[in-house]
């Protein structure tokens, strides 16, 4: 007998056996065993990912501790990163980090450079009143 818990989330019988507000129509044919869906999900992420993304598996390698066994996983990644970049797999990594690090480098002009460019005035600096008082009114040096 299934309990209420049991009910909650979706069984091997389909949406419709569960407290969902909504009314499911049956689902035809029932629903995979959703382990095999997320089993086979992460081994096509894994397909893709290891022939492109070789770079950030040499950058993680770099990124262990060092000792005996990191040493055979700097090797073998970077074994990896250049049997992909042979076959030219690193090119649209690399080409998008180049993008990225031209953005980082990108800098933007001030407005008043803009202006100043333009032939336009550039409003000078409010007045430091500070300083204004202090023009108005020395202070008196004291002499020992």
Do not use: K
């Not at 629903?31 to 894994?46: K, N, S």
């Not at 040499?58 to 990644?77: C, Q």
């Amino acid at each position: 007998m299934t309990t209420t818990e049991d009910m909650v989330l979706p069984d091997a019988m389909g949406l419709e056996h569960t407290l969902s507000p909504v009314d499911l129509p049956p689902h035809d044919p029932p629903l995979e065993h959703p382990l095999r869906w997320t089993t086979t999900v992460i081994a096509l992420a894994c397909a893709v990912l290891l022939p492109f993304n070789a770079t950030a598996i040499r950058g993680w390698a770099y990124e262990l501790a060092p000792n005996a066994s990191t040493e055979r996983v700097i090797a073998a990644s970077e074994t990896w990163y250049n049997a992909t970049a042979a076959l030219g797999l690193n090119l649209p990594t690399d080409t998008m980090r180049g993008w990225w690090a031209a953005a980082q480098a990108a800098r933007f002009e001030s407005a008043d450079a803009a202006q100043a460019e333009r032939g336009e005035d550039i409003a000078p600096p409010p007045p430091n009143e500070a300083a204004a008082e202090e023009e108005e009114h020395p202070q008196p040096v004291s002499s020992r």
